[in-house]
């Protein structure tokens, strides 16, 4: 795994230079990619894992942090991942 660091350090012109445009333009939507994701993950749990652990349905493990801990009739369960 000592390849995961120099990978890292290489600019995005030598990437263009080694690669081309094609890998270029990959590895740069992989990256936007992780960051959307990471963004909406992070407020996600912050925001979700608390109204679904606080549902009071039974569920165990982690269906305790899901939609699934939800009472049927919760206004607050459906409509939180809807409008988040």
């Not at 660091?5 to 290489?10: D, H, K, L, R």
């Not at 590895?27 to 996600?44: E, H, N, P, Q």
Request: glycine residues 10%.
């Amino acid at each position: 795994l000592d390849w995961v660091m120099p990978v890292f350090g290489i600019s995005w012109r030598q990437v263009r230079e080694a690669g081309g445009l094609d890998a270029y333009f990959f590895l740069r939507y992989i990256r936007m990619c992780f960051r959307i994701t990471s963004v909406s993950a992070f407020w996600g749990m912050l925001i979700l894992f608390p109204i679904f652990a606080n549902g009071n349905n039974g569920a165990s493990g982690w269906y305790h942090f899901s939609m699934a801990n939800t009472q049927q009739g919760s206004s607050i369960g459906i409509w939180a991942p809807t409008v988040f």
